[in-house]
């Protein structure tokens, strides 16, 4: 559609410029609620020491989610879409000069939470990446696709959940799989930090390979 | 706009058409995976005995849901939007002859899972009802204001899990009351059955005042 067309040639632009700054680029999604800003947080604390990071936070309304990330230090800029219920890429270049690119090595995108059309939007990132919380079922995969088949990593969060749930994990993965043969999944807890180092280790030797 | 005026005429239709079957009609709406088919479950197994209940369910793609629906042994359709995040009026219409609206008292329309664009979209109910999980956290009210105004009643689920969170309940509520003074709230777990009882108390004064 037209919307679409547009759309990618802003993303392009973006594209360039985050290329130009040497800058590595992660669209973060998921429903609302799977732990998105937690994730960022935690994985803030520990890629800080090697690497300059910096944060855009998609919301319908509110600044809550970059107050918290505010607290770890980085630079974060928060978007109001004022109802839309996705990020495009015409929003994120509007917010770029507001960030310092140059003196960045990685940038997070925290898209709106909504398992469903943020995946249609590039906005000039080098990868999606979507969380999904186990309280959410084993059925996501079939039943909402386009975003499990869009992005590069699917971080499985909550996981210390798993004792008081009766979710087919295996199922998960396997149905995860069937739409994205490639896609690197990591099982993690925001709460106890299990698996976050298997995480920041996968996004620090991507960055290395880029750089 | 244009596409929500249109929405507003078959929306009116739909009306016109639930009000001469005397049929009383919900639409369901959370994120993904809150427990909606859950709640629909567990409500028509209480339900049954007393109402005729059919339901439509409405998914980007898939059946799970509906075959879920179908276990229980009341009438149900299931919708595929292709893509579109949320149900709208003519999507309502175009199934409903493939339904017993004469012998039903009560349809459920579960919405596509997204807490944001569903609640734009009147699609003829009586009333909207959104489900949060105790999982999403407290600070959604904030963040997806919209369902929580559109919403007649709230229901929280999956309140087994409290003991393993550090959700904020209070404030959840007062959040919640703050955007809609008059929305019943419900505390309840599919699982447990706990809290169903005066959820489905609640539908069944509804259903019996308008009758
Ligand atoms: N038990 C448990 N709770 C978690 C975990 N990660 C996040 N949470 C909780 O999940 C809720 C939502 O977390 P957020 O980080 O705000 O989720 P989000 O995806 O950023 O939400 P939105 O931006 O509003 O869509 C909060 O109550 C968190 O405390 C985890 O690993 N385990
Ligand atoms: N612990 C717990 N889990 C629940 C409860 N209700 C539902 N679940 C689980 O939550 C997951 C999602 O439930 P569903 O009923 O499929 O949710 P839904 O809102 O219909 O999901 P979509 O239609 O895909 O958006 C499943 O794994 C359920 O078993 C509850 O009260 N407690
Ligand atoms: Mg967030
Ligand atoms: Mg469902």
């Known amino acids: 559609t037209r919307i679409l067309e547009a759309n990618e040639r802003i993303a392009t632009e973006n594209r360039r410029l985050f290329k130009e700054k040497g800058l590595f680029v992660v669209n973060l999604m998921s429903g609302p609620g799977a732990g998105k800003t937690s994730l960022l947080v935690r994985t803030i604390e520990l890629l800080k020491p090697h690497l300059r990071v910096g944060v855009i936070e998609g919301d319908i309304t509110g600044t809550e989610d970059a107050e918290r990330i505010q607290s770890t230090g980085v630079p974060v800029v928060q978007i109001n879409t004022g109802g839309a219920c996705h990020l495009d890429a015409n929003m994120i270049q509007e917010v770029l ?11 997070f995108i925290e898209n709106v939470g909504n398992l469903v059309c943020p995946a249609e939007f590039n906005v000039g990132e080098d990868m999606k990446v979507m969380l999904l919380s186990v309280t959410e079922g084993e059925d996501k995969p079939l039943k909402y696709p386009l975003m499990f088949q869009q992005s590069k990593a699917l971080v499985i969060n909550k996981i210390d959940l798993l004792p008081h749930l009766d979710i087919d994990m295996e199922s998960l993965k396997e149905r995860a799989r069937a739409l994205n043969r490639d896609m690197e999944i990591f ?16 996004l620090t030797g991507l960055i290395n390979s880029t750089h």
Chains 1, 2 share one sequence.
Do not use: F, I, M
């Not at 000069?97 to 990685?106: A, F, K, N, S, T």
């Not at 925001?190 to 996968?202: A, D, H, I, V």
């Open 187 to 202: 099982e993690v807890s925001c709460k106890t930090s299990e698996g976050l180092e298997s995480w920041t280790t996968y």
């Open 97 to 107: 000069p507001e960030l310092p690119l140059g003196e960045l090595d990685l940038l």
